[in-house]
């Protein structure tokens, strides 16, 4: 009897991680959500029965069960540094020949992908089971947020496959995609609650979160973007060992793409500068990074910057209007949030018509009045202002 509940058990756990990689790295889901659940409650109620059975990396145990009572502080075993920014394509062309006359001649190209506006953060896997989910925090030491990150689905408690490294810190960006963020602050509007300005800095405080079970009904999203320590590596590039992190399971930005110098890295800019807007998640610019991972240690880092990428950032998009009335929502509990009505403006693709006022202390020191002329951004925010 026992072992045909441990093979159940086995056989559960198995289905519901092949339903994940399907659902999160391909995007192609064979089964309903409906379904899904059916599965997960099968397998919860066999390991209530049998607790013995119970393992950390059972895609029942994504939540636990109390708060923590505050954070630990862990060491990067390889910095995780900030990337430079650049606005402009004087600077890309300067970043490009850096990098060209550093590798002294030799061809290398460029890994190209949207800038995520989410959190960094750093995932350690031994064995193929995650240990750790760090913060970058000062880039040398973050913020153990591992409670918090089982409980984003995307991420797998255990890689897939056997050939993977016996260590690998995967580094990528935790994200509020923006349909379920739009949804999030409804409901928080509803219940009379200020709604988030936007999606980064929402995400930021939702992962300092200390009860991981306020943090699993966000649906929160990662895709990786890196790697820190890998031991050992068998990859030359980063494009080689990108498929083999979709192999096992860790979920990247579909829309990456390889380019070779300044002109192809101008030519992505100008594609994805309107293109970004039809994005499920906030972006705001284009991170390049050299594909060799023996060129970037040729290339080295700065104190405080990698060498060999840089993040191209969009201007703040913003445009005028006037404004025509100040009207007010009113949520459940009776607060009270002011809200200019202006003429219609485009911003980011979409036509705006309103922008929040967020408080009445903000709208004094704006000295918002009917018929004034104001500029409205709506540059990493879902709510224009």
Known sequence: MQESVEKRVAQLREELRKHDYAYYVLAKPVISDREYDRILEELRALEQQHPELIAADSPTQRVAGEPLPGFTHVQHAVPMLSIDNTYDEAQVREFDRRVREGLGGEPYQYIADPKIDGVAVSLTYEKGQLVHGLTRGDGFTGDDITHNIKTIPSVPLRLYGE????????????????????KFNAERVKAGQEAFANPRNATAGTLKQLDPRKVAGRRLMFYAHGVGRVEPLPFETFTELAKALLHWGIPLNPDQVLVEGAEGMLKVVEEWRERRFELPYMADGLVFKVDSFAQRDVLGRTSRYPRWCIAYKYEAEQGESKVLNVDFMIGKLGTITPRAVMEPVLLSGTTVRHATLHNFDQAERLDVRVGDTVVVEKAGEIIPQ
Request: net charge negative; glycine share 4%.
């Open 163 to 182: 050939d993977h490294p016996d260590v690998i810190d995967v580094r990528g960006e935790v994200f509020w995609p923006t349909v379920e963020f739009q």
